[in-house]
């Protein structure tokens, strides 16, 4: 199976300043490659993906990440953050090991909690 | 909009109790799928299944079952909870293959006491 590593599981940041949330994958395949988030008390949501194509993605809400091959990256950046933002954010990786029947279950990383403060 | 509905927010049940925790998707999604959800550990796949009948194993399945009778229907079985699986549940839908967005309930908190 794949593994997703998620290197900070609690990142602080101040209101309207700049955040990265870093994720790494291990695959020698090709990789589709997804960050949700959850807020509190709800299920995920899509944030973005990447399957092919351009190397940066943008997603919902201001977000962007770059898929780097060569360091088996996929982190996600938000140049100015809001309160708002406060949530989970998982990064995730298509897994052929449970693709059966065209299905696509993914394989996730541990979480990070963004903690925006005032 | 997309909606999956998991039946309950909240359940407690007693260690060797049978559990069933139902989940409905209203857009005929083909596929659906079961997480664990535990802190520090993220999201771990039980089951999903890509048709009607279908299952498939996912990373966690033991002490787990499922089933799918009706497309827009999947159910996750405990045969005999331990306090072991108390943990979020949630459960997801998608259309297409690889790549396809997947679209959660809000989760089912279980406690087997």
């Known amino acids: 199976a794949q593994s997703v590593t998620q290197l900070d599981s609690q990142v602080p940041v101040f209101e309207e300043a700049p955040v990265e949330l870093r994720c790494n994958y291990s695959?020698?395949?090709?990789?589709?490659l997804f960050w949700y988030v959850q807020y509190p008390n709800q299920g995920l949501q899509l944030l973005l993906k990447?399957?092919?194509?351009?190397?940066l993605v943008k997603g919902i809400n201001g977000f962007e990440a770059e898929f780097n091959k060569s360091q088996t990256s996929f982190h996600l950046r938000k140049p100015s953050v809001h309160i708002s933002d406060t949530a989970e954010y998982f990064c995730?990786?298509?897994?052929?090991?449970?693709?059966?029947?065209?299905?696509?279950?993914?394989?996730f990383g541990k979480g990070t909690h963004l903690i925006i403060q005032p | 909009d997309v909606k999956v509905t998991q039946s309950s927010r909240y359940l407690v049940k007693r260690t060797g109790e049978k559990v069933f925790l139902e989940c409905v998707q209203d857009?005929?999604?083909?596929?659906m799928f079961w997480y664990r959800q535990d802190p520090g550990l993220g999201l771990r796949l039980i089951y999903f299944?890509?048709?009607?009948?279908?299952?498939e194993k996912g990373d966690i399945p033991e002490g787990y079952s499922v089933s799918r009778e009706k497309k827009e229907r999947f159910s996750l079985i405990l045969e005999s909870a331990s306090t072991n699986q108390t943990s979020m549940y949630l459960c997801?839908?998608?259309?297409?293959?690889?790549?396809?967005?997947?679209?959660f309930g809000q989760g089912t908190r279980l406690t087997v006491v």
């Open positions: 997801a839908s998608s259309f297409g293959g690889r790549g396809a967005e997947a679209f």
């Open positions: 695959s020698s395949v090709s990789v589709y």
């Open positions: 990447y399957l092919s194509g351009s190397t």
């Open positions: 995730a990786v298509s897994d052929p090991l449970y693709s059966g029947g065209g299905a696509d279950g993914l394989t």
């Open positions: 857009m005929d999604h083909e596929n």
């Open positions: 299944s890509y048709d009607v009948k279908m299952k």
